[in-house]
């Protein structure tokens, strides 16, 4: 539910709103919509006051919304958010590509794909100090030594650094070393988690998981939103189908539909979406044209020798390509 303040609502007719609505149990957003001050409640059943707050002295009107996701809504804020990291400005109008390996596994591997991802346009930096693996016996990350590397590798080349966070108690380790944090697939409905990064002031790159409908990707981002953190970037990234010649299914209809939906970035992940490094190039170019303001892709000197998920990732003469393909090739452009 949205209450639009008249222009001149006084401060102590503020106060009464806020303080009426925090008195039944439910959350407060102050936001300004079009040059209009507006007061969002969000909880359970915000309706019931809809008579009480429209019948309060500063009140110009009052909406009910229907969607469950409020603070993610496109109604709810028709101004779309651009998210900034770094030079990065998600949303901003110009795509953002995040490149780097899958996970952070030497020192000098770091380094080396962090100078080749810079140099080709890329304008932030990824790796796994963390890593979720279906098998147990699968590399694991170096943790916190990963982050330290990670982090040297992004100042080296003036790149800020986004890496999974896989446990809530890690939230704060992690928010240390990196510009972004990343919430994974496997994780995107891990509420905890998602409350521990909303009370960050981190940017937070929310995955979609591979079995979730685009309703409860909204409402996991709602999750953070709503611990207070408005610095969230979506990324579609695949989804489990019957299929099996691609490890997942990219949802190329989700990016538009998303973009209708959400004022929230939207970005495409063709590395996890199928799987295939021949594949990842054409992913990627259909995922900016259905208008997505980014893509995060996995690069890596020598694929071969990855210790995870060698096989989509791309070697740095395909990275090249592709940023020449979707129009962001040349030279890094100076801060």
Do not use: W
Not at 207 to 223: N, S, V, W
């Amino acid at each position: 539910m949205i209450a639009f303040l008249n222009a001149d609502c006084t401060l102590r007719q503020k106060a009464d709103i806020v303080t009426l609505i925090e008195r039944e149990g439910l959350r407060v957003h102050v936001d300004r919509i079009e040059g209009t001050e507006i007061i969002g409640v969000v909880g359970k059943d915000p309706g019931r006051l809809a008579a009480v707050i429209a019948a309060m002295p500063g009140v110009r009107e009052v909406r009910r919304m229907s969607l469950p996701y409020a603070l993610v809504s496109l109604d709810y804020h028709p101004e779309r958010t651009v998210v900034k990291v770094g030079r990065a400005r998600f949303g901003g109008g110009k795509p953002v590509v995040i490149a780097g390996p899958c996970a952070v596994e030497s020192e000098a591997q770091i380094q080396r794909t962090a100078r080749i991802v810079a140099e080709r346009g890329a304008l932030m930096l990824r790796g796994g100090a963390f890593k979720p693996r279906t098998s147990p016996y699968s590399f694991q990350g170096l943790g916190a030594e990963g982050l330290r590397l990670l982090a040297d590798a992004g100042k080296a080349t003036g790149l800020p650094v986004v890496t999974e966070v896989v446990d809530s108690d890690d939230v704060g380790l992690v928010a240390e070393h990196a510009d972004m944090l990343q919430v994974g697939a496997r994780n995107m409905q891990n509420f905890s988690l998602l409350r521990a990064v909303g009370r960050q002031a981190r940017p937070v790159l929310l995955k979609r998981g591979m079995m979730a409908t685009i309703e409860e990707f909204l409402l996991a981002a709602e999750y953070v939103l709503e611990g207070g953190n408005p610095l969230v970037v979506l990324c579609e990234r695949g989804i489990r189908t019957f299929e099996r010649a691609t490890r997942n299914t990219l949802d190329i209809a989700a990016i538009p539909y998303l973009k209708e939906r959400t004022h929230l970035p939207v970005i495409a992940d063709p590395s996890h979406a199928c799987g295939v490094r021949s594949l990842v190039i054409p992913l990627a170019r259909a995922a900016i044209a259905a208008g997505a303001d980014g893509l995060i892709v996995e690069v890596h000197p020598r694929p071969e020798e990855a210790l995870s998920d060698g096989p989509q990732a791309l070697r740095p003469d395909d990275f090249a390509r592709m940023m020449a393909e979707i129009g962001l090739g040349g030279p890094r452009p100076e801060a």
